[in-house]
């Protein structure tokens, strides 16, 4: 949702799709933001906006998964957690948590690059969340990250670092500074964002879970601690579960803000900003008076026209926009480019043709967190028996619609799904001839997520099948998807599908 540039408000959630654990830094005039990509590629998106509530998509830090052959097929909760993006030293840098891999840097001179290569900081499993720190008075540098009890066997706690000021190495074995069992109801402390003020270093980090947990502050004189603690945002009567983690904001002006997320279903994480103050005792004052606000007074930062991440897309020259990801490191030959308009899609040869999941070759962009139409016309130029492309919502389970060539050379228009546990996808609706090989695609995406399926072959738009209820998987939301495929065991392309004219209207 974006905001008229006359509003006197802004209203929650400020980004409405999966913008998952986001964090914030101001540049001048220029506020970025980056936030979790998992498995995706390109990863690490980067946002900027200049009055905090309208956001445009500028580009992506990363442009491949390292180790390469780790992410070659999907890995849809593994990959880039929760990064820390800083400002210092006129680079940008971005510092995350790879659970298997371990913490990893990239910086680069500009917000749009070119970004280095990504360089391991700190080894081993269980390493998420990482956060630096520079301290501009002293000239030392250091870290903090989170644990993954999945990976490392332990969580709740948080470790400190000293970093060598260039960001390539640690200076110690690290401490143990933050430990959430000796805090009386808390667990899962994670997602820390490091900062000094007011003579204190400060961890906001948050507690409780993604769906049920709250928003902490920590501070100490000293970076390696005693810190004490204090709940600063928490769900009370509101909507808002959670809320979780994020970070925190310094205007021009002197205004305090922080942005964090909420966790939706199969919606992901929607992304909240909340106003932020200081009271008597020192303690940040999150939201109102610690609960979320639904809407509130815009920041005081010159107006700006609405504006949001990109969703539609023409494909001009068979490029597609920045708002699309692939589900695993993309190999020569996906996507070709042309002389007009429309994404050429090869169909790859794939022994998974079955089941979404584990393709990599899927083009994704983030579900929506309104109601929405999505809408694309698909052309079938493969010739290959089985060869099939289509328009996806993708999650723990799927469901597509799309066209597929038969061993007789008929093309049908397809409609199939898989449950969560399923380990290959069944008809949805029965296929029904495609004669010129073309078809008109809607999904129809209501409240709560539930979707409905409909094609025009051209004698007008019709519905297929029941209604299905996206899912997302454990960290992430559902996406939208194009693809195209070819059943065979053997490596190789099959010929080509063209998806043209990708739109998203408001229901």
């Known amino acids: 949702m974006s905001a008229e540039p006359t509003d006197t408000v802004y209203r929650n959630p400020i980004l409405d799709a999966d913008w998952s654990d986001p964090d914030i830094v101001r540049v001048g005039d220029d506020f970025y933001l980056t936030a979790s990509s998992f498995g ?29 052959s780790a992410f070659a097929t999907p890995r849809h909760d593994c990959g880039v957690w929760a990064p820390a993006l800083r400002h210092h030293a006129d680079r940008f840098w971005i510092f995350w948590g790879d659970p298997d891999q ?78 959430g069992d000796r805090i009386p109801g808390w667990f899962t402390l994670e ?12 961890i906001l ?11 902490g502050a920590f501070r100490s004189r000293e970076f390696f601690g005693p810190y004490e603690e204090k709940v600063v945002l928490e ?22 803000w922080f942005v ?33 606000v639904a809407v509130h007074p815009r920041p005081d930062l010159p107006p700006q026209p609405p504006a949001a991440p990109a969703t539609d897309d023409d494909f001009p020259g068979g490029r597609y926009g920045r708002q699309w990801q692939w589900t695993a490191n993309q190999r020569d030959g996906w996507a070709t480019q042309h002389s007009g308009d429309g994404l050429r899609l090869t169909c790859v040869r794939s022994a998974d043709a079955h089941d979404l999941r584990k393709v990599p070759n899927v083009l994704t962009q983030r579900l929506p967190g309104t109601p929405v139409a999505v809408e694309v016309e698909l052309r079938l130029d493969s010739a290959e028996p089985g060869a099939r492309a289509g328009l996806a919502v993708l999650g723990d389970a799927f469901s597509w619609i799309g066209l597929q060539r038969g061993t007789d050379g008929t093309v049908h228009l397809v409609h199939r799904f898989a449950e969560a546990v399923a380990e290959g996808e069944r008809d949805a609706d029965r296929p029904r001839l495609a004669p010129e090989g073309r078809a008109r695609l809607r999904i129809e995406i209501g409240a709560g997520a539930r979707c409905r399926f409909h094609y025009d072959l051209g004698d007008g738009p019709r519905p297929s099948g029941q209604v299905f209820a996206a899912t997302p998987w454990r960290w992430v939301g559902a996406l939208l998807g194009l693809f195209a495929l070819a059943p065979g065991e053997a490596q190789g392309h099959a010929g080509a599908a063209v998806f043209t004219q990708f739109r998203l209207t408001a229901m």
């Not at 909420?262 to 609960?291: E, K, N, S, T």
């Open 205 to 215: 980090a948050p507690a409780g879970g993604v769906e049920t947990g709250w928003q």
């Open 102 to 179: 371990g913490v990893y840097q990239v910086n680069a001179p500009g917000i749009r690059g070119p970004w280095t290569r990504p360089h391991l900081l700190k080894p081993g499993k269980g390493l998420i969340d990482p956060c630096p720190l520079w301290d501009d008075e002293t000239g030392e540098a250091y870290l903090v990250h989170a644990w993954a009890k999945s990976r490392s066997g332990v969580k709740n706690r948080l470790t400190g670092h000293r970093m060598h000021p260039d960001g390539t190495s640690l200076l110690d074995e690290g401490k143990l500074i933050v430990d």
């Open 235 to 256: 769900q009370k009567d509101t909507d808002v579960n959670g809320p979780h983690q994020g970070g925190w904001v310094r205007t021009p002006s002197g205004e305090d």
């Open 40 to 68: 995706r590629v390109p990863g690490l998106p980067l946002l900027h906006s200049r009055d905090l509530v309208n956001w445009t998509l500028v580009g992506h830090a990363l442009d491949r998964l390292e180790p390469a």
């Open 260 to 292: 964090h997320f909420q966790q939706r279903g199969a919606y992901g994480r929607v992304i909240h900003l909340q106003p932020m103050r200081w009271d008597a005792d020192g303690w940040p004052v999150l939201g109102d008076d610690g609960a979320p």
């Open 191 to 202: 997602g820390p964002k490091l900062y000094q003020h007011d003579g204190w270093f400060w």
